[in-house]
């Protein structure tokens, strides 16, 4: 299948793990994690750090007006390229692997033609999406997005963090508004290497996963409003209960997703009340439901139940509810030669493969529909991620980057 040009080149591990670790300075957490959120100081050191990794490899460095990164490595011929790309954005208790391994793999790419020689047929690009998380900016995968065109430019630069500052101006201030207009490179295909986030290939002694898909994702934020109340003097039969009500909500979603079963997977992550005191009936409760599901139809029968739950239970309770739909995504299917590609590089590498889908999101969901698009996921130690604890072994590490070196050259390579 390989090119015999290429077929025998192989990652340098010890600097793909430097470049890693170096990375993790910008933002170190005591422990071992990293907080380095979209667009904040920390970011800004980051960013710098991988731009001047980029500009010792020779590639030709653009930003875009939304922040992307983009690295571009001329091919033998100037055709459209293959882009492979990730985000170096954390969450605030975040670790050294998640979106970071997928750029910094990139540049190894780049960093073994240029030790070899090996020039690809088709220009290579490495790019670093701004705001994958979510974390201070919703919505997450925003950089990626607006590059693709599903999210407007002017839109996203006004949006606001939680505490007022707005992306254009945050961009502004740590010197990456970019110039190039976002979606000026026309990709022939993208991959991106991430760790798993989840434990099925380590409890399944896989080491490399062939993902073939994103799951869809429907976020939903519901506030309950009851009557508060004395705890000790209102009898049962008399409580409007917006605490209650919100626990029932709870109860119902995690009932939803065990009787849909295929996949379908269900989180209450917010759960607040007002007032949240001891010994007083809760006025009013926040609460968001996260459904996931790598089936759409399945996915508008888990919203449809719950949302019937609701109703129900609140109307017995005798509250009112509100809801607001916080982010979805339908759930995407990666370009199956593609996966095939993925699954064949491991296994000419003696690898172990698991074809899975992803319950997290990512910046190749993005891409796919305008592009051949596919994942490589490599273990993560306990199924840990968004921690400080989050661990992938070197060898896996090793592993993932090689397939993706010969799955993205093999590639590289097609007229």
């Known amino acids: 299948m390989t090119h015999p040009t290429f077929s025998n080149l192989r990652i340098d591990s010890d600097r793909l793990l430097g470049r890693l670790m170096s990375l993790g300075q910008d933002g170190a957490l005591e422990g071992g994690g990293v907080c380095r959120l979209a667009l904040s100081d920390k970011d800004k050191l980051g960013r710098d750090r991988v ?17 992307n990164l983009m690295g571009f490595l001329p091919g033998r011929e100037d055709l459209s390229p293959v882009v492979l790309g990730s985000h170096i954005d954390t969450v605030a ?29 088709r220009p290579i690009v490495v790019a670093a999406f701004t705001n994958e998380e979510g974390a201070r900016f919703a919505p997450d995968m925003l950089g990626s997005a607006v590059d693709r065109g599903s999210l407007d430019l002017e ?85 409007h209960d917006a605490g209650f009500a919100a626990a029932s909500v709870a109860v119902a979603a995690r009932k939803v997703a065990e009787e849909i079963g295929d996949g379908q997977v269900v989180t209450v992550g917010v759960n607040e009340l007002n007032p949240n005191l001891v010994n007083v009936i809760a006025r009013s409760a926040r609460l968001t439901v996260d459904m996931r599901n790598i089936d759409e139809q399945k996915l508008q029968q888990a919203e449809k139940r719950l949302a019937e739950e609701i109703a129900a239970i609140c109307k017995a309770e005798g509250v009112r509810y509100t809801s607001r739909t916080l982010a979805r995504f339908e759930p995407v299917m990666f370009d199956q030669n593609m996966v095939d590609l993925i699954a064949d590089v491991a296994m000419e590498q003696g690898r172990s493969v698991r074809c899975m889908s992803s319950g997290a ?33 070197p060898e896996d590490i090793k592993a993932g980057a090689n397939v993706l070196l010969q799955a993205a050259l093999t590639k590289a390579e097609e007229k």
């Open 51 to 67: 731009v001047d990794w980029m500009k010792e490899l020779g590639l030709r460095v653009t930003i875009d007006k939304i922040g």
């Open 93 to 121: 208790t975040g670790g050294l692997y998640d979106g970071n391994l997928g750029v910094l793999a990139g540049l190894e790419v780049i960093s073994v033609l240029k030790d070899s020689g090996f020039v690809p047929l």
């Open 155 to 239: 839109t996203a630069l006004a949006i606001k963090d939680s505490d007022g500052f707005v992306i254009a101006e945050e961009l502004a201030r740590i010197g990456y508004a970019g110039e190039a207009e976002p979606g000026h490179i026309d990709p022939y295909c993208f991959f991106e290497l991430h760790v798993e986030q989840g434990p099925v290939l380590e409890e399944e002694g896989e080491q490399i996963g062939a993902v073939t898909g994103v799951q869809g994702i429907s976020w939903t934020e519901y506030v309950i409003e009851g009557i508060s109340n004395h705890a000790g003097t209102t009898p049962m039969r008399l409580r």
């Open 361 to 393: 999101g990512h910046d190749a969901q993005m891409f796919a529909p305008v592009c051949p698009t596919a994942m490589v996921f490599v273990p993560s130690q306990g199924g840990i991620s968004h921690n400080i604890e989050e661990y992938t072994s």
